[in-house]
């Protein structure tokens, strides 16, 4: 098993992209092997999430940054599936970021946290069939919102009509207001 997974992170440091290309640039000016470079850094990075000041800020920059940029790459390529895939985190990142607003100022005072948090928003981008966004998305948001999908509608319908009555309110009281204003001047 550890050989396996040896030769996926060997592979893996193979590959062509950012990171991999930025790791070579080190290994060139350092004479240091890129696998030991990158070792370094997740190690750095795992200490730091289980001891450091500003975990939560790491963890969700993890969460954030590298998400927002495949998406990005996702949108501007014509698969579809990418955008399903990244959509997909979104939308379970979007319940998880709901549900961790209401406990997070407890779980945070539990030790290591914000390194289980930062491994299940891996677990949830991880480019493999066992994706943990894909598998909370199909076994537990789909089905509740197909359940409610109804009901849903109608409260988005409802706040829409609302706001755009609102909106409508504010321009027309805006618009008499400078219109007031000027016949005062």
Known sequence: MFA???NRYEALLNKNNFVTDLLATVEEK??????????GVVSLISLYLLFGYGASLLCNLIGFVYPAYLSIKAIESK???????????????GFFSIAEAFSDIFLSWFPFYYAGK????????????????????????????LRHQATLD???????????????????EAVNQALKNDKNQ
């Open 4 to 6: 396996q997974l040896h």
């Open 30 to 39: 350092t004479g240091i092997q890129k696998k030991y470079i990158a070792s």
């Open 79 to 93: 698969k579809k599936e990418d955008d399903t895939q990244w959509l997909t985190y979104w939308v379970v990142y």
């Open 118 to 145: 930062c491994l299940f928003l891996l677990w949830c981008m991880a480019p493999v069939t066992w994706n943990g966004s894909a598998i909370l998305y199909y076994r537990v948001v789909r089905p509740v919102f």
């Open 154 to 172: 109608s409260v988005v319908n409802n706040l829409s009509d609302k706001a755009k009555n609102m909106a409508d309110t504010v321009t027309k």
